[in-house]
T-cell receptor
């Protein structure tokens, strides 16, 4: 089945700098890759996603890149702000199954 | 409709008791998922429905767990004879068929004492 590895587990950056979180997946048939942001005491919030027919997608300060050959995808946050502090999860679908397999999460802290 | 709604937000129960959680998905979404999340981990899939049909169940879902979605709208997740290991956040999510992008509710945090 699908295995998703996420790095780093914690990340601390200065406000205004960029943050990058990386994930690798094992199933080459996976074709959809979402990123979720989870704040304390809340459910995960879908912030951006990418399908396997594109290599990059941007939405304001966040972007996701996908390398299908290497089976990894990354979340990029530019001009970080204190409200970006949260736990971020990547996910990938298990092939031919209607469920997402999540990474272990990255706790991002933005230092003022 | 402002999103996926879960009730209750918190539940504390004694070991051995039964508990039931409710999820109301986004109204036009025909797929509904239950996930479980323990501290410091990502959500783990439990089960999912397409309309009223339960189409997949994880091995994590022991026979003490049962989920229903009787009319293809809201869903309930029941845990019988709760154990301390059941303590977790139970998350519900919904999506449209053909779209893997699932929207999560705020979760129900279960504490078994």
């Amino acid at each position: 089945g699908e295995n998703v590895e996420q790095h780093p587990s914690t990340l601390s950056v200065q406000e205004g700098d960029s943050a990058v979180i990386k994930c690798t997946y094992s199933d080459s048939a996976s074709n959809y890759f979402p990123w979720y942001k989870q704040e304390l005491g809340k459910g995960p919030q879908l912030i951006i996603d990418i399908r396997s027919n594109v290599g990059e997608k941007k939405d304001q300060r966040i972007a996701v890149t996908l390398n299908k050959t290497a089976k990894h995808f990354s979340l990029h946050i530019t001009e970080t702000q204190p409200e970006d502090s949260a736990v971020y999860f990547c996910a990938a679908p298990r092939a031919r199954a209607q469920k997402l397999v999540f990474g272990q999460g990255t706790r991002l802290t933005i230092n003022p | 409709d402002t999103g996926v709604s879960q009730d209750p937000r918190h539940k504390i129960t004694k070991r051995g008791q039964n508990v039931t959680f409710r999820c109301d998905p986004i109204s036009e979404h025909n797929r509904l998922y239950w996930y479980r999340q323990t501290l410091g981990q990502g959500p783990e899939f439990l089960t999912y429905f397409q309309n009223e049909a339960q189409l997949e169940k994880s091995r994590l879902l022991s026979d003490r767990f049962s989920a229903e979605r009787p009319k293809g709208s809201f869903s309930t997740l029941e845990i019988q004879r709760t154990e301390q290991g059941d303590s977790a956040m139970y998350l519900c999510a919904s999506s449209l068929e053909g779209n893997m992008g699932a929207f999560f509710g705020q979760g129900t945090r279960l504490t078994v004492v």
